[in-house]
């Protein structure tokens, strides 16, 4: 999915409730209340705003807008962010190609369905384009986290989230790049999806340590939010689609072990994909960019392109297990590269999707997953007839009947490069794609 699509860079819901919990306990301060009347006050704010640049190694330029909101605002503000990074065409031509490549159900709604899981999960966000950070006044909190808060006399919540979206604040100033508004992150769904984990991550790591704690252990977080996220059983999120559903922690589960491992100089290198961030023995791995502007030519004239993306590892996942959900882990594994283009052609959905493997083995796995999971592509795209992988070494290509005739001269229509991170990434795409 696409980084601008996701609320901008918002705490870790929920689900990272128990370990933030376990983690400050036994934490001592000065009895206070974070907010009040309706504004941070000045005092404490102070405070953790040292502790953080402090924690962070980022000397703050300029000053942070904070608010002070009601849960019943998070809507609004979620669909203007999202409205003032995409158009509604656009929106709805991303919907399109997620639907075309069975990752989407076609009767709901994707802008609609962001904004009710981000305003249901997060209780704070920092908004590069405004430098604004909002807080959540009357977020839930369980009861261990409001007894906790009168045992050390802290207003912890609070504390906690204003320490996490300090830090983006702080990462902002250092790395705007990673987050100011940027037209190139729309089609570079994998990429923007590796480095939110490593922003969602650098703030979680640095966020505690703002707070003078000790940590949580990387693989006891991740846990601790897998299962909470398994075990729902009502809420927005727990009905929602499985792109939502199987994705939205994934910044912070794993991103917060990257920023464990790397410290500060994360954010200077970060991950270029997403299976550089979840597996760390492949963190700075090349892998295949693959560029299908060549293609968008020789479409037939009845066809017009609604989306091209690279889905990666972690979309590749959400795919089969959404539709085939006894698919092992190890089909994924090998994943060595992907870009999907998705078009209408005489007002039927159409697919071209050509993938790259670490191995022959690694191909055969992923075609025969496919195949069986291609007849529930084609339901949910209201396709005529399944989508048909075809095996070429360690490549494979994608593709509905009507466009297998185009589809069988992408090695001559592809353009490939062997990347290993950002700079790469970027280099290998056109400014104009």
């Not at 006044?137 to 986290?145: I, R």
């Not at 689609?241 to 589960?253: G, S």
């Not at 994608?398 to 589809?407: F, G």
Request: negative net charge; hydrophobic residues 45%.
């Amino acid at each position: 999915m696409s980084r601008a699509l996701r609320a901008p860079v918002p705490l870790a819901g929920a689900a990272a409730a128990g370990l933030l919990i376990a983690a400050v306990l036994g934490a001592s301060g000065c009895a206070y209340s974070l907010v009040s009347r309706g504004l941070v006050r000045p005092e404490p704010f102070e405070q953790i705003m040292t502790r953080s640049v402090r924690a962070r190694g980022i000397a703050p330029e300029g000053e942070v807008r904070t608010r002070v909101i009601a849960a019943a605002e998070l809507p609004g503000i979620l669909r203007s962010a999202l409205a003032a990074e995409w158009t509604g065409a656009q929106i709805q031509s991303y919907q399109e190609g997620l639907t075309t490549l069975g990752l989407w159900p076609a009767d709901r709604d994707l802008a609609g369905e962001l904004v009710a899981v981000y305003a249901e999960e997060i209780a704070g966000l920092y908004l590069p384009a405004q430098r604004t950070l909002y807080l959540v006044d009357d977020a839930p909190s369980s009861w261990s986290l409001r007894l906790l808060s009168t045992f050390t006399r802290r207003d912890l919540q609070l504390e906690m989230i204003l320490s996490h979206e300090l830090v983006h604040f702080l990462q902002h100033q250092a790395f705007a790049d990673l987050m100011d508004p940027d037209p190139f992150w729309r089609s570079q769904g994998d990429v923007a999806s590796a480095i939110q984990a490593a922003l969602e991550g650098d703030a979680l790591h640095f966020g505690f340590a703002s707070l003078e704690i000790e940590p949580p252990a990387a693989d006891e977080l991740r846990a601790a939010m897998e299962e909470a996220n398994t075990t729902r059983s009502h809420g927005t999120l727990a009905e929602a689609p499985a792109l939502l559903r199987l994705t939205v922690n994934f910044p912070y589960a794993h991103g917060y072990g990257l920023s464990l491992r790397e410290g500060r100089a994360l954010l200077a290198a970060p991950p270029a994909s997403t299976e550089q961030v979840l597996h760390p023995e492949k963190r700075h791995e090349p892998f295949q960019a693959i560029d299908l502007a060549g293609l968008r030519a020789a479409l037939p004239a009845s066809c017009k392109v609604d989306f091209e993306d690279t889905l990666g590892e972690l979309g590749i996942s959400v795919l089969l297990r959404d539709l085939g959900s006894d698919e092992a882990a190890v089909v994924w594994e090998g994943w060595d590269g992907d870009r999907w283009l998705a078009a209408r052609c005489e007002g039927r959905r159409e697919l071209v999707w050509l993938t790259a493997w670490d191995s022959e083995a690694d191909a055969a796995e992923f075609a025969a997953a496919y195949a069986r999971i291609a007849p529930r592509v084609a339901e949910r795209a209201g396709m005529t007839s399944p989508p048909v992988a075809q095996i070429s070494g360690r490549e494979i290509w994608i593709a509905t009947p009507a466009l297998a005739p185009v589809a069988v001269h992408l090695h001559a229509l592809a353009r490939c490069d062997r990347v290993a991170d950002l700079p790469g990434v970027r280099a290998h795409f056109p400014a104009s794609h």
